[in-house]
């Protein structure tokens, strides 16, 4: 990116992170003199880029002076999950183009007759098979038949096809054969959006990597008319600024590799939250988080050690459907503010998996919900005030929330309705504990070294519960908790990832420099990449890293390589590290057993401007015409509802108003303009500088 | 009578957290099993579970997606360890090691590991990792030997023995145990995984008792068997009063003088709310490895009964809920020296189909018709290919179709419910590790049962050895009896079949049940595990449903009109549509609902003896 070396005070330059939720568009600007923005409005489906310009216009910013825009989007995700993506087909070595179907064979239900999997994004007409095959080890056992490519051209334009992924048997050793077809297609028949596995993924598992090209090419086509319908609506707003996209592995890449790789985009809101909750940890000084991001449907927990967010090599959109892409590992647990309560054959409480979602949502919405639902359950124990904006500018309807808890839960349970209400949030409590003990405590990490850092609408309501279920005994608040993952879009890099296989096993010292010039060829492609879309190319930091394993294991563990060339003592080194990571997950390593390096990573990053965390507390909302007029700011004081205390007269305190130095004691509730914290007794907090809220649990 | 949770000890709500909460340890003990094994049937397949008992040995929890099949026998396993190792001395760092299926095993490559769990000096629950292991010993790689006639031909038998004594691994016990069994350096691996799962539930149950009171900790479990016994209960009460009966056959006993079909024989009394199984007309148990023990037999009634009720959760309730009546020396009750090889994929398949069958009876929308067959089919030898140079046991299983379900459109593929958490391996992680070219992996058109509801398609995997000296094993069935079909649904098409130089002159069709076939290289080997059952007459499948089924080619357009009565006039195989002849289809269709009107059998009860089950 250019430097814009004549800002004067007239012409400030703006930095904008948008993210585009189901719900809600949030948008934050940030100045290079630390002025901060915010403005929240409702999302547009299917045109979001509407939602965008509105947001955008919100701001009182001049269109000439803003930059840059970082942008995560839900568009990708949404148009999966909705099967709403193009008319794709899949080409694969003849004999297995069911492999998209048959999967990997178990069941995300092992008992339920009734259970089906999501279908295939490909139906089975359109998945064409080719009579070519490459062997194990990469050596071409059948070439392409060049009269096969003129009936497949011939079938796709038929059948009015609109995108094609190719995925060949072993094309991760020998892409040729992908190559060619590719080739053949998008010469004849250019306007199809065409995607080869080893491109995008040059990885073993025919599977998953068949599955993740799919989702690639069946994702092409929506986002390539995404951002053309973007860039034409910010260009007639007179916006005139670069727009870069966040990938679910916590970065961002130009329009132009996004349209390479759409599907990293999947998740890229999740991610943004983890980014924006381990900017927000550094800056408060607290490295290693636990984040909690609660919504409506589900909890997304993730895990933040020494500033940095855990990554997995594989995300799962749903069931069957697998991204195997580098990303923040986000797990997300069917616990939301719609999770249904209900009880079993023998009489007994259960919540969720069930939810009342938005539609018809829960029963205080007053839009058809009759299950008695968390958000419900918040809301008859007062936690939550009639005037949160949980459905935009609805009231909240507390009676109806209140008679349909008791008829339908707390009456058949002999139990009061308040009692029931606080029953349904402890057993949704420890079902989101339980999903951080997996995350932690069953993968050598101790949560109790942890912060809890919560966000999102519901997560701040429910994060000292869990926290004290977990032992966790600090929780983290951050100013403006409704919008985290649109700040984190102001907070990332650009990063790229490639990989390769390459199996090395612990004492080959003869193909040592193979490998290292494997690295140094990923990274030469690597900078390729960086010099379409910034002019910073030579500023790229690269990281070298290695999936290891005991020979004959099957899961890996990636481990980080130090700087410089790869040697023995670089080797020597990374497997002593491997000895101690799998000490450190499966408590035990073994360093007689042989060792195998079976791929290698390498992650360029470009560092992008970042907003100054310190004045992120400092926002201005210019209009915050999300929230309902709201009558509770001037309530001081209001009965609140707490497991094991009953009601206790509890402060009401304005999270916006919260200043450095300002403490906050329960009994009581914090409310921001799109969330609620609640304070149980014995919980006290203080203000940090950034106004993040620092509540010490016993 | 239904349970009253006012005269609980724990409140409604701590038994909801405390149920999730050891569930949760089983699936952290999982979660490690899985990630740390070394073969990859256990990584890849999946092929293990994981559970916490209490201290009677009374299941209390499983895992989520641990193995159906194991579940069953986990109480018998815990008893036999009590039993014979003595209550005296089980201790607090103990690991108890079985794989007997006399003693509450399956089959002997099926390992357990029992770990008590002690909490101030006393005896609260015990966890156990199961895990099958690449090959137990005995004649054939991968121990499916079929045609051996005792457990002494089959497998390395190991009765409950302390594995781990007070923390101090036995390493002479282990070294006897690997000295016997083939690729011994991956089962190390597995046997090292099953010990950290195990320390790893022991651990989290202690924070738990730690957290909640070791008292608290054994009221839940105790009311929570309660629970799932009450919650059967009630629903069985809702079920119509009476005995409903099904058969579902065996193909053959392979050591047998007459290769004749042999019955698995359930008769289900429903009487207000209790639920009994009487297998007592089955067959005596098989000469060939063929047989179950009582301890599968019991799991593979649960799994049925869990499959109609899956929101019940799963534990020790259930057992109490049901009960089977079946005297020893059956071929699902086998006595020592049965051999009992084939327990899963002869037996136990056969068991959980002939119980759901009787369900169909009563509560159709709850269940389905018979599926495709999980079948064993392994490959042992000598990997020469540089840089390999070693022994391979090389295993290969196939997801089939499952049965039509009168409650959904069709049924979809995928492994049957004995296995239904296992994986397949990938066709690119086999050729890496074995001398092996797979030539294709696909759904095979036309192999499902036609009906209103389809059942799913059956799979083929076609493949070759690219080097000399592999020997095969294979023991499955359904080869002779495919999944069967009801309410005028049609038995599948395809059952399960192995076939040798497909396609050529010397094809030959080795059948479900065979041992130590040498095979060459380069000669091809089509491997099928057959399709569900299909339910409902097929003329009434609405057309539309055919014709999407034809352009998809899971229904050729001949089986359209034989099988459907519907007319395929033309295809355009480039633009992948189809063209129907609507008038035809009428006349079809007419004359097929005649001859229905015609048919004498009733509806659902159409099964004989002749080979082919369901209900009757």
């Not at chain 1, 803003?66 to 568009?75: D, F, K, N, Y």
């Not at chain 1, 390589?561 to 080797?571: I, Q, S, V």
């Amino acid at each position: 990116m250019a430097e814009h070396e004549q800002t004067t005070e007239q012409q400030e330059n703006w930095l904008i992170g948008v993210d585009t939720g189901g719900t809600f568009t949030d948008v934050v600007a940030s100045s290079e003199s630390g002025e901060v923005r915010i403005a929240k409005v409702p999302s547009t489906p299917p045109a979001f880029e509407e939602g965008i310009i509105n947001g955008l216009n919100k701001l009182g910013i001049p269109p000439a002076h803003i930059r840059t825009i970082h942008h995560g989007t839900t568009v990708s995700t949404n148009a999966a999950i909705m099967k709403t993506g193009a008319h794709t087909a899949l080409v694969t070595t003849e004999g297995f183009r069911d492999v998209l179907e048959i999967r990997r064979g178990n069941r995300e239900e092992l008992y339920d007759i009734l259970w089906d999997p999501p279908a295939p994004l490909v139906r089975r007409a359109n998945r064409l098979e080719i009579n070519e095959r490459i062997n194990y080890a990469g050596e071409s056992i059948h070439e392409v038949d060049p009269e096969e490519l003129d009936r497949l051209c011939r079938v796709l334009e038929k059948r009015g096809i609109e995108a094609v992924a190719i995925s060949f048997l072993h094309s991760y050793v020998n892409p040729a054969h992908e190559a060619e077809v590719h080739k053949a297609i998008a010469d004849r028949l250019p306007d199809i959006f065409v995607t080869s596995s080893s491109d995008i993924l040059p990885e073993p598992g025919e599977f998953e990597r068949t599955a993740t090209t799919v989702a690639n090419a069946y994702l092409g086509p929506p986002m390539v008319k995404y951002v053309s319908r973007l860039e034409a609506a910010l260009r007639a707003a007179g916006y005139d600024a670069d727009v870069l996209l966040m990938h679910s592995g916590g970065g961002l890449m130009s329009i132009d590799a996004t349209l390479t790789v759409p599907a990293r985009t999947i998740g890229s809101g999740p991610a943004g939250g983890v980014m924006g909750a381990a900017a927000v940890g550094r800056a408060a000084g607290r490295p290693n988080l636990i984040t909690m991001d609660m919504g409506g449907t589900s909890c997304d927990v993730s895990v933040i050690v020494d500033g940095h967010p855990r990554t997995a090599s594989e995300q799962s959109l749903e069931w069957g459907l697998p991204i195997r892409f580098p990303n923040i590992e986000v797990n997300a647990v069917g616990a939301g503010g719609g999770s249904i309560a209900w009880l079993d054959a023998a009489g007994r409480p259960r919540v969720g998996p069930e939810s009342a979602g938005a539609r018809p949502g829960p029963v205080c919405y007053r839009r058809g919900g009759e299950k008695p639902t968390v958000s419900d359950a918040n809301l008859v124990l007062n936690r939550l005030s009639q005037g949160t904006a949980l459905a935009g500018d609805v009231l909240l309807d507390t009676e109806a929330a209140t008679r349909v808890m008791d008829e339908s839960f707390a009456t058949p349970l002999g139990m009061a309705v308040d009692e029931a209400a606080a029953g349904i949030i402890q057993i949704v409590d420890s079902t989101m504990a339980a999903a951080v003990r997996l995350e932690t405590v069953n993968r050598g990490i101790d949560p109790r070294e942890f912060t809890l850092i919560a966000f999102g609408g519901a997560g701040p309501l429910h994060a000292v519960g869990v926290a004290r279920e977990l032992g966790i005994t600090e929780v983290l608040i951050p100013p403006n908790p409704g919008v985290v993952a649109a700040l984190g879009q102001q907070t990332v890099d650009m990063i790229h990832d490639l990989s390769r296989p390459f199996l090395l096993t612990h004492n080959d010292d003869d193909r040592l420099g193979k490998a290292d010039e494997v690295f140094a060829e990923l990274e030469t492609e690597m900078r390729g990449r960086f010099a379409k879309e910034s002019e910073d190319g030579e500023a790229i930091a690269f990281t070298r890293s290695a999936d290891i394993r005991y020979k004959g294991q099957t899961h890996v563990i990636t481990v980080e390589l130090p700087a410089g060339a790869f040697d023995t003592n670089a080797r020597n080194h990374l497997i002593d590290a491997f000895h101690l990571a799998h000490t450190k997950e499966f408590r035990y390593s073994r360093t007689d057993w042989p060792v195998e390096i079976i791929l290698l990573r390498v992650k360029g990053r470009l560092t992008t401007k970042s907003i100054d965390l310190s004045s992120w507390g400092y926002a201005n909302v210019p209009e915050a015409d999300v929230t309902s007029s709201d009558t509770t700011k001037s309530e001081r004081h209001r009965k609140v509802y707490y497991h094991g205390s009953g009601w206790l007269e509890s402060t009401v305190y304005d999270g916006d108003a919260l200043l450095p130095g300002g403490s906050v004691e329960g009994p009581g509730v914090v409310e921001y303009s799109n969330s609620t914290v609640l304070l149980p007794p014995g919980v006290h907090g203080s203000v940090d500088k950034c106004r993040n809220i620092i509540l010490k649990v016993s | 009578m239904s349970e009253d949770i006012r005269e609980s000890v724990i409140d409604p709500v701590t038994f909801e957290v405390l149920r999730n909460a050891l569930v949760a340890v089983v699936d952290e003990m999982g979660m490690m099993l899985e990630k740390v094994a070394f073969s990859t049937v256990v990584s890849e397949g999946r092929d293990f579970s994981t559970s916490l008992s209490d201290a009677d040995g009374n299941l209390v929890a499983d895992g989520t997606q641990d193995l159906p099949g194991h579940v069953g026998t986990i109480p018998f396993t815990t008893a036999g360890v009590i039993e014979h190792i003595g209550r005296d001395n089980i201790r607090q760092g103990d690991i108890i090691m079985m794989n007997d299926p006399f003693i509450g095993g399956t089959h002997c490559q099926d390992v357990r590991l029992v770990m008590p769990v002690f909490w101030d000096d006393e005896l609260v629950g015990f966890v156990q990792a199961s895990a099958h292991i690449v090959d137990a010993g005995g004649a054939v790689a991968g121990s499916f030997q079929v045609d051996a006639a005792s457990p002494y031909e089959e497998a390395l038998y190991i009765p409950p023995i302390h594995l781990v004594r007070a923390g101090e691994l036995d390493e002479r016990l282990l070294a006897l145990i690997l000295r016997n069994v083939r690729i011994s350096d991956l089962t190390r691996g597995d046997i090292t995984a099953m010990i950290e799962s195990c320390k790893t539930g022991e651990s989290r149950f202690h924070a738990l008792c730690e957290k909640y009171g070791a008292e608290t900790i054994r009221a839940e479990m105790s009311e929570l068997l309660v629970h799932s016994r009450e919650m059967i209960a009630s629903r069985v009460e809702s079920l119509p009063d009476g005995t409903y009966s099904a058969t579902d056959f065996i193909d053959y006993d392979p050591l047998a003088e007459e290769q004749v079909p042999l019955p698995i024989t359930v008769k289900m009394t429903v009487a207000g709310r209790s639920l009994t199984f009487d297998f007592s007309e089955s067959s005596p148990q098989a000469k060939g490895a063929i047989n179950a023990t009582r301890s599968l037999l019991w799991s593979a009634v649960v799994i049925a009964t869990k499959a109609v009720f899956p929101e019940v959760p799963i534990n020790q309730g259930i057992f109490w809920a049901i009960d089977i009546e079946a005297p020893d020396g059956l071929v699902c009750t086998a006595t020592f020296p049965a051999a009992v090889g084939g327990a899963f994929a002869v037996c136990c398949e056969k068991i959980t189909a002939a119980t759901l069958a009787c369900f169909l009876q009563i509560i159709p929308e709850r269940t389905m018709v018979a599926s495709g067959n999980l079948c064993n089919c392994i490959i042992g030898g000598y990997d020469p290919r540089p840089d390999f140079e070693r022994d391979y046991v090389l295993y290969n299983w196939n997801e089939g179709g499952l049965g039509a379900r009168p409650g959904k459109r069709d049924n979809h593929t995928a492994m049957g419910l004995f296995c239904s958490g296992t994986r397949n391996q990938p066709v690119e992680t086999m050729e890496l590790e074995y001398p092996v070219i797979f030539t294709g992996y696909s759904l095979m058109s036309d192999s499902a049962g036609p009906g209103y509801h389809r059942g799913g398609l059956g799979v083929t995997r076609n493949f070759y050895l690219t080097h000399e000296g592999g020997t095969l094993s294979v023991l499955g069935d359904r080869e002779r009896t495919p999944a069967w079909g009801s309410h005028k649904g049609q038995d599948a098409k395809m059952g399960n079949q192995l076939v040798y130089k497909a396609d050529t002159p010397e094809e030959e069709r080795f059948g479900m049940m065979r041992s130590r076939i040498p095979i060459e290289a380069g000669h091809l080997l089509k491997f099928w595990q057959g399709g569900g059952g299909g339910y409902g007459p097929a003329w009434q499948r609405p057309v539309e449903w055919v014709v999407e089924d034809v352009v998809d080619g899971r229904v050729s357009p001949e089986s359209a009109r034989e099988d459907y009565f519907v007319a395929i006039s033309s295809v355009d195989e480039e633009a992948a549509t189809v063209e129907v002849d609507l008038e035809e289809t009428k006349r079809l269709r007419a004359a097929a609902e005649s001859a229905d009107a015609q048919s004498v059998a009733p509806t659902g009860a159409d099964r004989d003896r002749e080979g082919r089950g369901g209900p009757r």
